[in-house]
């Protein structure tokens, strides 16, 4: 197990990507889909054209949010590389994750 805080957080990530998303289910009721919703509802509202994912993980709000605001144009970073793999394998374009932090 690394020492630096950082690489820990990334070792952990790497070790759950795979099974992410069904350990974190995406429901109407939970706090992160609250979330999407209003972000929807603000893009709408603003007229956003771009959108940038910081940390996206897997891709989860990539999804929801093509899906509900096809318009809108998105870009997520994420450093661990294996929920970028995860994010593309649950069909977010690969063009549309960028490895970084």
Do not use: N
């Not at 999407?36 to 929801?64: E, K, M, N, P």
């Not at 661990?80 to 970084?100: F, S, T």
């Amino acid at each position: 197990m690394p020492d630096d805080p950082l690489e820990k957080q990334r070792l952990y990530y790497a070790q759950i990507a795979a099974s992410y998303d069904s350990a974190f289910a995406f429901d109407p009721e939970d706090e992160y889909f609250i979330a999407c919703s209003l972000l929807t509802g603000l893009a709408s509202h603003y007229q956003f054209r771009t959108l940038l994912d910081v940390g996206c993980g897997t891709g989860r709000a990539i999804g929801y949010l093509s899906r509900s605001s096809p318009m809108l144009e998105i870009l997520g970073v994420e450093p661990v590389k294996e929920m970028r793999d995860a994010a593309v394998a649950a069909g977010i374009p690969a063009a549309q994750i960028l490895p970084g932090d």
